[in-house]
């Protein structure tokens, strides 16, 4: 698999991590606005933490992601305390996360990052040469995304 498919099959993955999280975060808020169920909306909102720090990890495709999804405890956990104090839908939840997990282990081997991916140079495409890149850069920077800085550092990286 070739870094643009890796990176393509990362961002997927953040994504479907993304709203597990969003969703989260919604039931959590519902829990917690009502007496009964604020511990299962706490539990909740720390599990929405912790799933926003893997979307990042899984964005940089970090070597340790898969070791974060190897152990089933956190969503054990979420799903008992979501059957005795939150029904259904966070029982349903519960299942897109085990789904989320099956799909990063089935794609660990996208989490090497060998080829040095970081949220620096997400912006542009390994396949362009380095002219194109220049280009690119060059663009960034006319728009006002680049800072002359920013500019400066990608292009002597590409030089």
Known sequence: MNTTDKQYQANRLAGYERLYAIIWIIISIIQILSVYLILAGIWNIFCVITSFKLEKKILNRDADVPQEYENITGLVITGIVNVL???????????????????????????????????????????????????????????????????????????
Request: hydrophobic residues 35%.
């Open 85 to 159: 104090l939150g029904g259904i839908l966070g029982i349903i939840l519960v299942g897109f996360g085990f789904w989320i997990r099956q799909e990063v282990l089935a794609h660990r081997d996208i989490f090497d990052n060998t080829e040095g991916v970081s949220n620096e140079n997400l912006t542009l495409q390994p396949s362009l040469s380095n002219y194109e890149q220049l280009e690119k850069l060059y663009e960034l920077k006319q728009k006002g995304i680049l800072s002359e800085e920013e500019y400066n550092k990608e292009k002597n990286r590409l030089l």
